[in-house]
């Protein structure tokens, strides 16, 4: 099974900053790595499929790379609605994993 | 809109049954294979099953194999999970997911319901 690690389990940032998020697969996805921002109470929200390729009306803020191991999502000019945790998740081999999340928080 | 409901989550005692439903509107629910995703207190989603568009494929995760199983209705546009010999350690918040692939499957969620809550009491 491929484990999916993200870090930091927490990122404290200020609104109007940058956040960085990180994924590691302990073998290799290719590019088979998707981003899911989950709000409280919400249905989670696919943000980026094929590591770096925007899903349906997910604004330019939402930018990604990386293929093989490591992957980085980055969320420019953060707002308020920003706040909330986002998993990794690779679909490339079964079974299909995700990340424990990282949860970005107002600094 | 795509939208997805799910139903049928409660609290249940352990090694008994549950079924759980999800109602799908908004797209052509009979091209599309569907999932199950749960997701434990405190821990990452989990995927937990699939169906194909037909119904004809079904694959579950080791954790439920034998005791889960996933149907669908598209004459209905609802996807099931009847839930078996639940454990403690099915406690979770079960979300029906759309693959993103019609017509093949790529295990790739695109869009979610809001989940229904499944409670295992001893």
């Known amino acids: 099974e491929i484990v999916m690690t993200q870090s930091p389990a927490t990122l404290s940032v200020s609104p109007g900053e940058r956040a960085t998020l990180s994924c590691r697969a302990s073998?290799?996805?290719?590019?088979?790595l998707a981003w899911y921002e989950h709000k409280p109470g919400q249905a989670p929200r696919l943000l980026i499929y094929?590591?770096?390729a925007r899903a349906t009306d997910i604004p330019a803020k939402f930018s990604a790379s990386g293929s093989g191991t490591e992957f980085t999502l980055t969320i420019s000019s953060l707002q308020s609605e920003d706040f909330t945790v986002y998993y990794c998740?690779?679909?490339?081999?079964?079974?299909?994993?995700f990340g424990q999340g990282t949860k970005l928080d107002i600094k | 809109q795509v939208h997805l409901v799910e139903s049928g989550g409660g609290v249940v005692q352990s090694g008994r049954s549950l079924r759980l439903s999800c109602s799908a509107s908004?797209?052509?629910?009979?091209?599309?294979?569907m999932h199950w995703v749960r997701q434990a207190p405190g821990k990452g989603p989990e995927w937990v099953a699939l169906?194909?568009?037909?119904?004809?494929?079904?694959n579950y995760a080791d954790s439920v194999r034998g005791r889960f199983t996933i149907s669908r209705d598209n004459s209905k546009n609802t996807v099931y999970l009847q839930m078996s010999s639940l454990r403690l350690e099915d406690t979770a918040v079960y979300y029906c997911?759309?693959?993103?692939?019609?017509?093949?499957?790529?295990?790739?969620?695109?869009?979610w319901g809001q989940g229904t809550p499944v409670t295992v009491s001893s």
């Open positions: 997911a759309r693959d993103s692939a019609s017509g093949y499957i790529q295990y790739l969620f695109d869009y």
């Open positions: 908004g797209f052509t629910f009979s091209i599309y294979p």
């Open positions: 169906i194909s568009l037909d119904g004809s494929e079904k």
């Open positions: 073998q290799s996805v290719s590019s088979n």
């Open positions: 094929a590591a770096s």
């Open positions: 998740q690779q679909y490339n081999s079964w079974p299909y994993t």
